[in-house]
């Protein structure tokens, strides 16, 4: 018996004919669900601090003038708090939904 014959006696779909082919992938879906997020932690008033001496820290070793130091940090501050209302928002928007699937 020829070293053929093994193959072509497979009824499972593996004879040489097929295997000549190359073999598709399919193709990736095309809307990848998002990874989880995890939710962000509630920024605090220490945050808030934090930020705009990190930015007062910076302007002055780029030796921007008085005034538009102040402006960064007040833009800066500003942009933290905004943040922290809005967590402190979404946190109350899911408490509030939590209740009221309990209720």
Known sequence: AYPED???????????????????EPPPPLLMPPPEV??????SLSMVAEEAAAVRERSQQSGMSQHWQKVAEEAAAAR?????AAALTLA????????????
Not at 92 to 103: L, N
């Open 6 to 24: 093994r193959y072509s006696l497979r009824g499972d779909g593996d004879s040489l004919e097929e295997d000549d082919k190359p073999t598709e």
């Open 38 to 43: 995890p939710a962000p932690p509630m920024p």
């Open 80 to 84: 933290a708090a905004e943040e922290a």
């Open 92 to 103: 109350e928007e899911v408490a509030q939904a939590k209740a009221a699937g309990e209720a």
